[in-house]
């Protein structure tokens, strides 16, 4: 009997699915699961990504153990929680030292492993540990990954930490006892061998039929190709085909969607691929997952309901007009990964300058591609990027320079090799971020985050510092500190601008960084809901049949802000270039 997509005829044991945010990594990455246990495989679908919706999307409560899904037979579900592999990690490093280890050297281990790139660490550690041995009991472990930027770093992670581990048995890093790195270093070998291994390991980079979601697609298929990982193969999900011809907005959409996969670059040319069309419904639920593959999907329900028309909207134009009430401040544009941040952060920046207003415009995405959105200079608007690399180096020469007039030359090349650990990037980022929020108080400064996952990682380590910085200061001048995260509570100081697309899985990821922000006393400023095909009027059946669910989500959004609703509709033409961007703004 034939397969639904060529993927699941001779699946490796391992398939990584990865991409842009926002193109359905995790409705195909389920999808196939589902599909494979319905054959008859035991299959272990994993979540990687701090921001997962699996649970909202199985109607399940995820665990950091193995959860078997109601009405998948063979199908269970794990979801990496970087706080518990933490705690596990810690404890872990802890027994190592045996009985012998003091009660001041323990507590000097703890303090060593509190910091935020201890949990990145533990969360390679579950990873790594399914890859070498935790999969065995399955026919298949499906990896759901986190968008592109932050893939990479994970799985580069298994070649950074056998290279940093090589040859290297002293000292300290910001792991705690570099014995507890030891320990695992034959769990990372294994790892790196099995990524490499084209016989167990699969990429599946997902894209839509998007210039940008191909063309990161690409540049991600290039990356991998230089880590080792060369067994790869392309799903372009959401290939949309028009119902009638007389439908400009559908038109449109298809005629963008064919150029797109026309013009396709040649990295993704010699993969492999599977297309996957447009459904009717959001990928929740099983009944829409296992539709989402099939060969024959339900026909679309728009046409047998009553027409929505379109919609009245409030305008992105109106958000930055009250902002621009100020005459500083910094703003911070958030969500999950593919609801379009960067092309909002630019739209609102460009709408500050037209108010007269003196703007830095910058990200903390590693994967961003803000001067390509913007394509072009714009007086009174500066435009820079937290570059993870760049920063690591300037953090690294920092240090060393601070310390060498007190060291000898093997001293310094010791604090050299111990700075090379991959973790020295958390610490550096963490500080070009609190000196971007400092730029602040004199100028607007306008943040594009990455994707939710990783702003949180970066937001809690914002937190750790506020705690530490309060501990050192107490009883002295408590008082006189003022940290990024209290910079980040006052609402007069930062305005926090959540997007998302009008769909379930962006809304409900929004609302749980919604929730995050309002436990660390930061409270969003407004919400955009971007690409609306509300306000476009279009009657294409399959549309239409989409606008139902779309007008359920706007109803959501406006139950979880205090604001107004900002809206921006589709459009036809890319929103890339500074004449596009403006016509964002309404």
Request: with cysteine.
């Amino acid at each position: 009997m034939p397969t639904p997509i060529a993927l699941l005829d001779q699946p490796t044991k391992y398939l990584f699915f990865t991409g842009k945010g926002g193109v359905g990594k995790t409705s195909v990455s389920t999808a196939v699961s589902i599909g494979l246990a319905d054959a008859g495989k035991k299959v272990l679908l994993v979540s990687t990504d701090a921001a997962s919706n699996l649970d909202e999307m199985l109607g399940i409560e995820l665990s950091n153990q193995p959860v078997a899904v109601p009405g998948v037979p063979g199908l269970q579900v794990l979801n990496i929680d970087p706080d518990a592999a933490a705690v596990d990690y810690r404890a872990r490093v802890v027994e190592q030292m045996g009985p012998q280890a003091s009660d001041q050297d323990i507590a000097t281990v703890r303090e060593q492993l509190s910091g935020a790139c201890t949990t990145e660490i533990a969360t390679f550690d579950e990873f790594s540990s399914l890859l070498s041995q935790g999969g065995a009991a399955y026919d298949h472990v499906v990896f759901d990954t986190a968008p592109t930027g932050h893939t990479l770093r994970l799985l580069s992670l298994p070649k950074a930490w056998s290279g940093f581990l090589e040859g290297n048995d002293r000292g300290a890093s910001c792991l705690g006892p570099h014995s507890g790195l030891k320990m695992q270093e034959q769990l990372f070998n294994a790892a790196l061998a099995a990524l490499n291994d084209a016989t167990q390991t699969t990429v599946v980079l997902v894209a839509r039929p998007d210039k940008g979601a191909l063309d990161e697609a690409a540049r991600t298929s290039d990356e991998l190709r230089a880590l080792g990982l060369t067994n790869q193969r392309l799903v372009v999900n959401a290939v949309f085909h028009r119902t009638h011809a007389d439908d400009p907005i559908a038109t449109a959409i298809e005629a963008l969607g064919r150029k797109a996969l026309d013009e396709m670059p040649a990295a993704l040319r010699c993969l492999v691929a599977d297309h996957i069309p447009l459904r009717a419904v959001d990928s929740v639920g099983l009944p829409a997952l296992r539709g989402l593959l099939a060969s024959k999907p339900t026909a679309a329900t728009g046409a047998a309901t009553p027409a929505v028309p379109a919609m009245d909207h409030h305008k992105l134009s109106e958000l930055v007009a009250e902002l621009a009430q100020g005459e500083r401040g910094l703003i911070m544009v958030m969500g999950k990964g593919g609801v379009g941040k960067t092309t909002i952060a630019a739209a609102i920046a460009l709408g500050l300058v037209h108010q007269g207003k003196s703007v830095h415009l910058t990200t903390t995405d590693p994967a961003a591609h803000l001067a390509v959105t913007l394509n072009g200079e714009v007086p009174g608007l500066s435009v820079g990027r937290i570059d993870p690399q760049a920063e690591t180096q300037k953090y690294v020469d920092k240090i060393v320079a601070a310390r060498s007039a007190t060291l000898t030359e093997d001293e310094k090349a010791l604090l050299i090799e111990d700075l090379r650990s991959p973790c020295t990037e958390e610490v550096a980022v963490f500080h070009a971020f609190s000196h971007v929020v400092s730029q602040a108080r004199s100028a607007f400064v306008v943040m594009d985050t990455a994707p939710t996952g990783h702003s949180l990682l970066l937001m809690d380590a914002t937190g750790a510092y506020h705690r530490q910085m309060v501990r050192e200061f107490e009883g002295k001048a408590a008082g006189r500190i003022v940290t990024p995260l209290m910079r980040l509570q006052d609402a007069d100081y930062t305005k926090i601008i959540l997007v998302t697309l009008p769909e379930a899985t962006p809304v409900s990821q929004a609302v749980a960084l919604q929730d995050d922000l309002r436990r660390a006393q930061i409270e969003p400023y407004a919400w955009v809901v971007n690409k609306s095909l509300l306000a476009t009027g279009t009657g294409d059946p399959l549309l239409q049949a989409r606008l139902h669910s779309e007008l359920q989500q706007m109803e959501r959004v406006a139950e979880h802000t205090r604001h107004d609703v900002l809206v921006v509709p589709w459009t036809a033409e890319p929103p890339i270039g500074i004449s596009a961007l403006e016509k964002l703004l309404g």
